[in-house]
């Protein structure tokens, strides 16, 4: 996909990996980027070639409204999360939903209401960004895993139904980022400005897969073998 001259429109644009990926697609020459949030008066819209708009995962009107006001999109970007940081086993099972309605049921709903979009404007790309937790779990992170897992399968799913009309889609996988969602918490972090530079590159050559980090491609391989490669022996009392 040529990049320069196409209409992007990315969610949770207003911070972390989302801004950069509206950064970059500035300097790579797009016409135009809706960049969403769901408090667009926090998004940088001093580049004349980017417009705010609302855009909510778990509100269905405010997707639509934007579809509405988007019409032009040639590539989207599901970029927008949450992280509840919810237990699988001990925390109230909303938390568990809240994870999953985002990253899954929301990411779906916008390539739901998008796909006709790009469907008619010459096929496009979608790039769902994902994570590592797609394919392992931690302790810390039992419910977002759960969602990132399920939000992958999806990806895969759609990846197939817009084949026909000539829509990339793309999965975009990483360790972590240096982002306000992971503040405070131990381990290595990319620059997000890697994620959003790997996966537009991929979009321009054509790849439906983006492995951005070694812990990614660490993981990837691994999963073929024994995962006790990657989980260890569970301890016993």
């Known amino acids: 996909m040529e990049i320069a001259g196409s209409v992007a429109l990315v969610t949770g644009a207003n911070r972390g990996i989302g801004r950069r990926y509206v950064a970059e697609l500035l300097a790579r020459g797009v016409a135009r980027v809706y960049a969403t949030a769901r408090r667009p008066e926090l998004i940088d819209a ?8 609302r855009l909510d995962l778990l509100d269905e009107k405010s997707i639509i409204e934007a579809a509405d006001a988007a019409r032009d999109v040639t590539l989207l970007v599901n970029n927008a999360g949450i992280s509840t940081g919810a237990n699988l086993l001990t925390d109230d099972l909303d938390l568990v939903r809240e994870d999953l309605e985002t990253h899954l049921f929301g990411t779906l709903r916008v390539i739901r209401a998008f796909a006709p979009i790009l469907g008619s404007n010459g096929g496009g790309a979608i790039v ?3 994570s590592v937790l797609s394919w392992v779990a931690t302790p810390a992170a039992g419910a977002y895993s759960v969602a990132k897992a399920a939000e992958w399968g999806m990806t895969n799913g759609v990846r197939l139904e817009l084949a026909g009309q000539g829509t ?5 996988h990483l360790g972590a980022a240096d982002t306000d969602m992971m503040a405070g918490r131990e381990g290595p972090r990319i620059d997000p400005d890697d994620v959003a530079r790997a996966s537009l590159d991929g979009v321009a050559t054509g790849q439906i897969e983006v492995l951005v980090d070694e812990p990614a491609r660490f993981v990837k391989a691994a999963l073929s073998g ?4 990657l989980y260890g022996t569970p301890e016993r009392a």
């Open 46 to 53: 001093s580049d004349k070639r980017v417009t705010p708009l």
């Open 128 to 130: 769902n960004v994902l």
């Open 168 to 172: 990339l889609v793309q999965g975009v």
């Open 226 to 229: 024994d995962p006790a490669r």
